[in-house]
């Protein structure tokens, strides 16, 4: 599992000063931040994924019984 504080790092290291983040979580080896501006998906090396909160078409979240959850960001 990912050390959170280099999560929260390498988040920090991409925000703009006036940046605000709004929502985060732990996933099982990263971070999901919602800022004021983007989503953003890290590990403990890097920003796997950066999309403007405009540019997203579909966020789902599937949750079964017995099975782990998935989500899906479709930029």
Do not use: H, K, N, W
Not at 61 to 75: H, Q
């Amino acid at each position: 599992m990912a050390d959170p504080a280099a999560v929260d790092e390498v988040i920090r290291r991409v925000l703009a000063p006036d940046e605000q983040i709004r929502f985060q979580t732990r996933a099982i080896e990263g971070l999901v931040a919602v800022t004021d501006r983007r989503l953003l998906v890290s590990d403990a090396r890097r920003v796997a994924l950066d999309v403007a909160i405009d540019q997203i078409r579909r966020v789902q979240f599937d949750i079964e019984r017995r099975r782990p959850a998935t989500l899906v960001i479709v930029p």
